[in-house]
């Protein structure tokens, strides 16, 4: 099968010309698209925002929690900052830590109280103490209800997405402790109890972040963690310092854990493990597994609006009129062959690698400082090879869309399909450093003059679909091209199969 002769043929019809002339410049675009957004999410880390808000949201006791940010300035912040998720929630666990203490002074003193009141034969001695350990438990349990409201302060600000189920557990804490002090009774005195039990139990969940296995090293907003490394640091916080094996320790500490998706979750894997630490262990990694598979969805459509975005500004900024290239292409054999080779010469017959691909969190660890050159040579070479290419791309002059010049040259002999479209000379700038106006004309027509002003309003009528145009192809990413444009360099490469050995037998 002679593969190159279909090859040649396929390339000189000029339809399929038209498209790799295309196809070859969204490809170069997209890289630069590509690069730029790398660039921007590896300075503002936005794939460690992602992971640790995922993960937030994954850790969530809340029913029905979602991967979404409360309002504009919370989305805001989170994606044009790049501040650490997690830097308050030491501040909060210690605030909590203290106010569950206090409630357990509290509780002990209202418990001594109460067993001492209730003695057949009180001396004077255990009647002065219990009366002092009255006055101490209602002045620990001030002392709870003053923490609480710090440690609830401090459990909003760390902004996590469990944040206030942790908040309404704290005044839980709070509101239990006050009525067994006032009321000493032993039902209330238990509820208090279990309350903070449950409060501890909540807040090592909430601190799950914070343990040294996810905290990334060199940087405190790690883009990536191990399904691995999760399980480990979930079952050591959820250890409660006993001497008994590890799995009982994790058994009791679900059980006090308050209602929700999470013990839920967890409760069902435990019931699953049927006693296996190891079998528990895989249902956690599983489980993160599965949730960072869909939040790499979610960073991928991100990534896909920032691509969108990003196309419309670079078509618009070097003005890559898709309409004007597919004529110019058309029109122009020559021209098409010449992009052809540049095809060639830059697209190989099989490359397993992507190109500029859209990663996600979990998925890769870049540093940071070998990314940022990287993404800069990236932009700068892909800028290159786009002004490089022989087509009308950044040029405001000479244009004409099927056939008709839209503007003619300074010399009235010559019109732009015609002749060399050297940019006309720009008037001077305007001496007035006030003068906005007269600087944004100058900056952005850079030619005052009616033929030039009506030239540019009938290219609007084009190129501003013309953009679109550009903009959504850009969108599509750099692999996308790339696998269409080594489609069709792989009929050079494609040869006719071997004959089978049966065959060969056969006709022998």
């Given at each position: 099968m002679n593969t190159d002769g279909l090859y040649a043929t396929v390339t000189n019809i000029p339809v399929v010309g038209v498209a790799m002339g295309l196809m070859f410049t969204y490809l170069i675009t997209s890289l630069v698209s590509s690069a730029i957004k790398e660039a921007v999410a590896s300075v503002l880390e936005w794939r460690g925002t992602y992971l640790q808000h995922g993960i937030g949201v994954l850790l969530s006791n809340a029913p029905g929690s979602s991967f979404t940010w409360r309002n504009p300035r919370k989305w805001l912040a989170a994606h044009l900052t790049w501040m650490d998720l997690t830097r308050n929630?030491?501040?909060?666990?210690?605030?909590?830590?203290?106010?569950?203490?206090?409630?357990?002074?509290?509780?002990?003193?209202?418990?001594?109280?109460?067993?001492?009141?209730?003695?057949?034969?009180?001396?004077?001695?255990?009647?002065?103490?219990?009366?002092?350990?009255?006055?101490?438990?209602?002045?620990?349990?001030?002392?709870?209800?003053?923490?609480?409201?710090?440690?609830?302060?401090?459990?909003?600000?760390?902004?996590?997405?469990?944040?206030?189920?942790?908040?309404?557990?704290?005044?839980?804490?709070?509101?239990?402790?006050?009525?067994?002090?006032?009321?000493?009774?032993?039902?209330?005195?238990?509820?208090?109890?279990?309350?903070?039990?449950?409060?501890?139990?909540a807040l090592s969940v909430f601190s799950i972040q914070t343990h040294p296995l996810l905290k990334g090293t060199p940087t405190n907003l790690p883009s990536y963690v191990s399904a691995r490394d999760f399980a480990t640091a979930m079952l050591d916080m959820l250890r409660d310092s006993s001497a008994s094996p590890v799995f009982n320790q994790v058994v009791r500490t679900v059980d006090t854990l308050p209602d929700g998706d999470v013990k839920q979750i967890l409760s069902a894997f435990i019931a699953d493990a049927a006693g296996d630490p190891d079998r528990l262990r895989a249902r956690i990694e599983g489980w993160f597994d599965d949730a960072m598979d869909r939040l790499s969805g979610i960073y991928k459509r991100f990534a896909q609006h920032v691509l969108l975005t990003l196309g419309l500004v670079i078509a618009a900024t070097l003005n890559i009129d898709s309409v004007h290239m597919a004529i110019a292409l058309w029109n122009q054999p020559a021209l098409r062959a010449q992009i052809i080779a540049q095809v060639v010469a830059k697209v190989p017959v099989s490359n397993p690698k992507a190109v500029g691909g859209t990663q996600a969190p979990g998925t890769v660890t870049p540093v940071q400082s070998d990314a940022a050159q990287a993404n800069n040579a990236a932009v700068h070479d892909a800028i290159q090879q786009l002004q490089s290419l022989p087509l009308p791309i950044g040029r405001m002059y000479c244009a004409s869309f099927f056939g008709e010049p839209l503007q003619t040259m300074p010399n009235p002999n010559a019109s732009c399909p015609n002749a060399p479209c050297p940019n006309p000379p720009c008037p001077n700038a305007p001496t007035n450093p006030n003068n906005l106006r007269g600087w944004l004309t100058w900056a952005v027509s850079c030619q005052d003059t009616s033929t030039y002003r009506e030239g540019w309003t009938r290219w609007n009528r084009w190129t501003l679909l013309s953009w679109v145009i550009t903009g959504f192809a850009i969108s599509l990413g750099a692999p996308f091209w790339f696998g269409l444009l080594q489609n069709i360099m792989n009929l050079r490469g494609a040869r006719a199969p071997p004959q089978r050995s049966d065959a060969q037998a056969a006709s022998s």
């Amino acid at each position: 099968m002679n593969t190159d002769g279909l090859y040649a043929t396929v390339t000189n019809i000029p339809v399929v010309g038209v498209a790799m002339g295309l196809m070859f410049t969204y490809l170069i675009t997209s890289l630069v698209s590509s690069a730029i957004k790398e660039a921007v999410a590896s300075v503002l880390e936005w794939r460690g925002t992602y992971l640790q808000h995922g993960i937030g949201v994954l850790l969530s006791n809340a029913p029905g929690s979602s991967f979404t940010w409360r309002n504009p300035r919370k989305w805001l912040a989170a994606h044009l900052t790049w501040m650490d998720l997690t830097r308050n929630v030491p501040g909060a666990v210690t605030a909590t830590t203290t106010a569950a203490d206090a409630a357990v002074r509290a509780i002990s003193a209202a418990k001594f109280a109460a067993a001492a009141a209730a003695a057949a034969n009180p001396t004077p001695a255990l009647t002065q103490a219990a009366t002092a350990a009255a006055t101490g438990a209602t002045d620990a349990a001030t002392a709870a209800a003053a923490d609480g409201a710090t440690a609830r302060g401090a459990i909003i600000k760390a902004r996590r997405p469990d944040s206030t189920a942790l908040a309404m557990v704290v005044a839980h804490v709070v509101d239990k402790t006050t009525a067994a002090v006032v009321s000493r009774a032993a039902a209330d005195l238990a509820d208090a109890e279990k309350a903070v039990a449950t409060a501890r139990a909540a807040l090592s969940v909430f601190s799950i972040q914070t343990h040294p296995l996810l905290k990334g090293t060199p940087t405190n907003l790690p883009s990536y963690v191990s399904a691995r490394d999760f399980a480990t640091a979930m079952l050591d916080m959820l250890r409660d310092s006993s001497a008994s094996p590890v799995f009982n320790q994790v058994v009791r500490t679900v059980d006090t854990l308050p209602d929700g998706d999470v013990k839920q979750i967890l409760s069902a894997f435990i019931a699953d493990a049927a006693g296996d630490p190891d079998r528990l262990r895989a249902r956690i990694e599983g489980w993160f597994d599965d949730a960072m598979d869909r939040l790499s969805g979610i960073y991928k459509r991100f990534a896909q609006h920032v691509l969108l975005t990003l196309g419309l500004v670079i078509a618009a900024t070097l003005n890559i009129d898709s309409v004007h290239m597919a004529i110019a292409l058309w029109n122009q054999p020559a021209l098409r062959a010449q992009i052809i080779a540049q095809v060639v010469a830059k697209v190989p017959v099989s490359n397993p690698k992507a190109v500029g691909g859209t990663q996600a969190p979990g998925t890769v660890t870049p540093v940071q400082s070998d990314a940022a050159q990287a993404n800069n040579a990236a932009v700068h070479d892909a800028i290159q090879q786009l002004q490089s290419l022989p087509l009308p791309i950044g040029r405001m002059y000479c244009a004409s869309f099927f056939g008709e010049p839209l503007q003619t040259m300074p010399n009235p002999n010559a019109s732009c399909p015609n002749a060399p479209c050297p940019n006309p000379p720009c008037p001077n700038a305007p001496t007035n450093p006030n003068n906005l106006r007269g600087w944004l004309t100058w900056a952005v027509s850079c030619q005052d003059t009616s033929t030039y002003r009506e030239g540019w309003t009938r290219w609007n009528r084009w190129t501003l679909l013309s953009w679109v145009i550009t903009g959504f192809a850009i969108s599509l990413g750099a692999p996308f091209w790339f696998g269409l444009l080594q489609n069709i360099m792989n009929l050079r490469g494609a040869r006719a199969p071997p004959q089978r050995s049966d065959a060969q037998a056969a006709s022998s």
